[in-house]
């Protein structure tokens, strides 16, 4: 398959598009990943293409999942940071353990993360999208393939298995171990330092 510099406009859309997180998430304002210009730029494209019927953006939800638990945990990590020092705990993780209420300060990030997602719009993919033919795989072997062949973290694989069994094989990310999975038309942006 193809590697394809998501930042140039006259690239065309494939008809169909997993999305992973890492893009999804230089979409919120303030994001720090020096590529939100050409993320934007993308996405802009990306909206017109799905108003037009051209292209339709999939929604996995083990990218939603990990979308989320990046909001949540930073929202975590900032309010550790913020305590005396002296009084807080060993980490962040322990702190939420230990009052996991704080956690209610992310809600209002994930709220405005959703807001973001429905502008796009994308499709969320239900169980139910993902039935897989008689000769396939298991889940748990596709997800084995995509750690051991491509060397990926079980999330980013779990996303690839998962977009393989919706038979789109054009995924869109930020994430630069992608760039080695040889099965996906992968749109990301090239030459990154």
């Not at 929604?59 to 020092?85: E, F, G």
């Amino acid at each position: 398959m193809a590697l394809c510099d998501l930042a140039d406009p006259a690239l065309p859309l494939p008809p169909q598009l997993v999305l992973d997180s890492s893009l999804l998430l230089a979409l919120r304002p303030g994001d720090d990943n020096p590529h939100v210009c050409a993320v934007q730029e993308f996405f802009r494209r990306l909206r017109q293409q799905i108003a037009d019927y051209q292209t339709m953006a999939w929604l996995l939800m083990p990218v939603l999942q990990k979308c989320y638990h990046i909001i949540l945990t930073n929202s975590l990590r900032r309010a550790w940071a913020a305590m005396d020092p002296v009084l807080r705990p060993p980490n962040w993780l322990v702190m939420y353990k230990r009052e996991p209420e704080l956690l209610k300060a992310g809600f209002s990030e994930l709220l405005e993360f959703d807001e973001i997602l429905a502008m796009i719009p994308l499709t969320p993919v239900q169980p139910e999208d993902l039935v897989t033919r008689a000769d396939a795989s298991p889940l748990e072997e596709r997800l084995r393939y995509f750690i051991t062949v491509y060397s990926l973290l079980p999330q980013d694989a779990l996303i690839l298995a998962e977009a393989k069994a919706l038979r789109v094989l054009a995924v869109a990310t930020l994430d630069q171990d992608w760039q080695r999975v040889a099965e996906f038309d992968v749109y990301t942006i090239l030459n990154a330092a």
